[in-house]
């Protein structure tokens, strides 16, 4: 177990060396320009046909929304299938969408709802191409250097929300949203060329690939078994659904509390964007000083001063420097809840941990986008940033209940140490279901250190998918103990031992140091059979192997 702040002495500028993490990060940061003009066209048309203030959120809803809805499914994809051709996929289908809304606007065809409509499906392709993108960064760049490449993404993002919205308020003001849809469409094509000239290696399974389903409910399973993740997500929804109310309020802000046009919106975006690229470069000082929960607790409480303010500030120059505090702030809480995330996950579910993150976090921002539009548009700018303001201050004080988890960096690599064993009797991978027994021989003085053992091993069993777990105490033999558990076919068996990491080696080598005897703890495993069943070939196998 590597402690994070020995690693994040590294400069967040190493990953660069990857010719192939380069080419595609510098690909992406032209698609976030594109992407965030974009945003600026959608958002400031939208205000000139749309009458009402919650429509004008709603833009913002309609893109986060979609990534809530489907990221579970793009995580299953991004670790069921090739992750860069899913890219490509991804790719191709917002080119062809961000053609369709320039062709729409320059007809004066777009109405609100149809611009609801394609905004919707720019975020559906985002919930496609993310959970394989961030996923892919981990196997582009060594695990030490994990972190610094997740606050690399964030540094370019932000260098693009710095710079690309005030470039897309110039282009709306002097071409109007279908120019800002148009450069959105050309800036699919640098990572378009650089996905396909991108060769990673081939992957090789010993197993056939989990079906979609299968994997949508495994990574479920995995991340609700996985206390750490569950107050990452917790946390991330949290944030989420409070500090959206400034992105999603601020054309609103620009166009009337500041009495600006699309440029001064475009300006307001930039001084967020520009207070995000500080704050990811001054990440990893803070993370070297603090310890992940003091970290998001200054986010939150900066991003709550700085929501305040823009809710109050009548005058440009004010509200500027309070969106850099918030752009600082989002950008601290976002890269830490993504690189925890990811550390916390092993490489064969951490496509479906990262999509449940962005779906908890994602899901909040949709929330609270419609919340904080109707809240403005009944009460006022005021009430709604100051009712948001509060709050991040009670998501502050909740890590005093719920902290995150330390920032450590946990060994997932798969254990390999597990070799299917030779069966006598004739087995098709779909038979099923298997029971597996194991037996442990505990003395009294060890009963309660085992209890506490056995208690973490029944999350591990469970959350890598075994069913129906259970500890057996032999009545005839009191010092006699029985693990069992049940898998519905002998592929996921085999699939469910291959899951296992270093990390959670640690737990089967207590359980056998308090095993006593010679011998190792005996397995046994069986098939299930209904009576009918006659056709039996091969000789029975012997019921106890040993480990």
Same mark, same amino acid.
């Given at each position: 177990?590597?402690?994070?702040?020995?690693?994040?002495?590294?400069?967040?500028?190493?990953?660069?060396?990857?010719?192939?993490?380069?080419?595609?990060?510098?690909?992406?940061?032209?698609?976030?320009?594109?992407?965030?003009?974009?945003?600026?066209?959608?958002?400031?048309?939208?205000?000139?046909?749309?009458?009402?203030?919650?429509?004008?959120?709603?833009?913002?809803?309609?893109?986060?929304?979609?990534?809530?809805?489907?990221?579970?499914?793009?995580?299953? &994809?991004?670790?069921?299938?090739?992750?860069?051709?899913?890219?490509?996929?991804?790719?191709?289908?917002?080119?062809?969408?961000?053609?369709?809304?320039?062709?729409?606007?320059?007809?004066?065809?777009?109405?609100? =709802?149809?611009?609801?409509?394609?905004?919707?499906?720019?975020?559906?392709?985002?919930?496609?191409?993310?959970?394989? =993108?961030?996923?892919?960064?981990?196997?582009?760049?060594?695990?030490?250097?994990?972190?610094?490449?997740?606050?690399?993404?964030?540094?370019?993002?932000?260098?693009?929300?710095? $710079?690309?919205?005030?470039?897309?308020?110039?282009?709306?003001?002097?071409?109007?949203?279908?120019?800002?849809?148009?450069?959105?469409?050309?800036?699919?094509?640098?990572?378009?060329?650089?996905?396909?000239?991108?060769?990673?290696?081939?992957?090789?399974?010993?197993?056939?690939?989990?079906?979609?389903?299968?994997?949508?409910?495994?990574?479920?399973?995995?991340?609700?078994?996985?206390?750490?993740?569950?107050?990452?997500?917790?946390?991330?929804?949290?944030?989420?659904?409070?500090?959206?109310?400034?992105?999603?309020?601020?054309? $609103?802000?620009?166009?009337?509390?500041?009495?600006?046009?699309?440029?001064?919106?475009?300006?307001?975006?930039?001084?967020?964007?520009?207070?995000?690229?500080?704050?990811?470069?001054?990440?990893?000082?803070?993370?070297?000083?603090?310890?992940?929960?003091?970290? $998001? +607790?200054?986010?939150?409480?900066?991003?709550?001063?700085?929501?305040?303010?823009?809710?109050?500030?009548?005058?440009?120059?004010?509200? #500027?420097?309070?969106?850099?505090?918030?752009?600082?702030?989002?950008?601290?809480?976002?890269?830490?809840?993504?690189?925890?995330?990811?550390?916390?996950?092993?490489?064969?579910?951490?496509?479906?941990?990262?999509?449940?993150?962005?779906?908890?976090?994602?899901?909040?921002?949709?929330?609270?986008?419609?919340?904080?539009?109707?809240?403005?548009?009944?009460?006022?700018?005021?009430?709604?940033?100051?009712?948001? #303001?509060?709050?991040?201050?009670?998501?502050?004080?909740?890590?005093?209940?719920?902290?995150?988890?330390?920032?450590?960096?946990?060994?997932?690599?798969?254990?390999?140490?597990?070799?299917?064993?030779?069966?006598?009797?004739?087995?098709?991978?779909?038979?099923?279901?298997?029971?597996?027994?194991? #037996?442990?021989?505990?003395?009294?003085?060890?009963?309660?250190?085992?209890?506490?053992?056995?208690?973490?091993?029944?999350?591990? +069993? +469970?959350?890598?998918?075994?069913?129906? =777990?259970?500890?057996?105490?032999?009545?005839?033999?009191?010092?006699?103990?029985?693990?069992?558990?049940?898998?519905?076919?002998?592929?996921?068996?085999?699939?469910?031992?291959?899951?296992?990491?270093?990390?959670?080696?640690?737990?089967?080598?207590?359980?056998?140091?308090?095993?006593?005897?010679?011998?190792?703890?005996? $397995?046994?495993?069986?098939?299930?059979?209904?009576?009918?069943?006659?056709?039996?070939?091969?000789?029975?196998?012997?019921?106890?192997?040993? &480990?």
């Amino acid at each position: 177990m590597i402690h994070l702040p020995m690693a994040e002495r590294l400069s967040p500028l190493v990953p660069l060396e990857n010719g192939t993490f380069r080419n595609i990060w510098i690909a992406n940061l032209a698609s976030s320009f594109g992407a965030l003009i974009q945003g600026v066209g959608a958002a400031w048309l939208m205000t000139s046909i749309a009458d009402s203030v919650d429509m004008v959120a709603l833009v913002q809803a309609s893109t986060s929304l979609p990534i809530m809805m489907f990221s579970l499914l793009g995580g299953a &994809i991004a670790d069921s299938f090739n992750r860069r051709q899913v890219m490509l996929a991804a790719q191709c289908f917002m080119l062809a969408v961000s053609i369709l809304l320039m062709a729409g606007a320059l007809l004066g065809l777009i109405s609100p =709802w149809l611009l609801l409509a394609f905004t919707f499906l720019l975020g559906c392709g985002t919930a496609l191409n993310n959970p394989s =993108w961030q996923a892919s960064v981990g196997d582009m760049v060594p695990r030490e250097q994990l972190p610094a490449a997740v606050t690399l993404n964030s540094i370019g993002f932000n260098i693009s929300r710095s $710079v690309g919205p005030a470039i897309g308020g110039i282009i709306v003001a002097v071409a109007g949203a279908a120019g800002a849809f148009a450069l959105n469409a050309l800036s699919y094509l640098g990572l378009l060329y650089v996905l396909i000239r991108w060769k990673p290696p081939a992957e090789t399974s010993r197993l056939p690939r989990e079906g979609i389903g299968p994997a949508m409910l495994s990574g479920v399973r995995y991340v609700a078994m996985s206390p750490n993740l569950l107050r990452i997500l917790l946390r991330g929804s949290i944030f989420g659904f409070t500090a959206i109310s400034v992105m999603a309020l601020l054309p $609103v802000v620009s166009a009337s509390q500041l009495t600006g046009g699309p440029l001064t919106y475009g300006l307001m975006l930039g001084s967020f964007g520009l207070g995000a690229v500080g704050g990811a470069l001054l990440s990893g000082r803070l993370h070297m000083r603090f310890s992940s929960e003091a970290v $998001v +607790r200054i986010a939150f409480v900066s991003f709550a001063i700085a929501a305040f303010i823009t809710g109050v500030s009548p005058s440009v120059w004010i509200t #500027s420097p309070a969106l850099m505090l918030g752009g600082a702030s989002w950008v601290l809480a976002l890269s830490l809840f993504n690189v925890s995330v990811q550390l916390s996950s092993p490489r064969w579910v951490v496509g479906r941990a990262l999509s449940l993150y962005q779906t908890a976090t994602f899901g909040g921002m949709a929330l609270g986008s419609w919340i904080w539009g109707l809240m403005a548009e009944s009460y006022g700018l005021a009430i709604a940033f100051g009712a948001a #303001s509060l709050l991040m201050l009670a998501g502050a004080l909740l890590g005093l209940r719920i902290p995150l988890p330390p920032r450590t960096m946990i060994d997932l690599d798969p254990l390999n140490r597990w070799q299917e064993p030779h069966l006598e009797t004739e087995l098709q991978p779909r038979s099923g279901p298997i029971l597996i027994q194991i #037996s442990y021989k505990i003395r009294p003085e060890n009963l309660t250190a085992f209890m506490a053992v056995m208690d973490a091993r029944k999350r591990i +069993r +469970r959350r890598d998918g075994a069913r129906h =777990w259970t500890l057996l105490r032999d009545l005839g033999q009191p010092n006699l103990w029985t693990e069992s558990y049940q898998t519905p076919t002998w592929t996921e068996y085999v699939r469910h031992n291959l899951r296992m990491t270093k990390a959670d080696a640690e737990i089967g080598e207590k359980v056998r140091a308090l095993h006593e005897g010679p011998e190792p703890p005996a $397995v046994q495993r069986f098939v299930e059979r209904p009576t009918n069943w006659f056709e039996v070939t091969g000789t029975p196998k012997s019921p106890i192997d040993h &480990i």
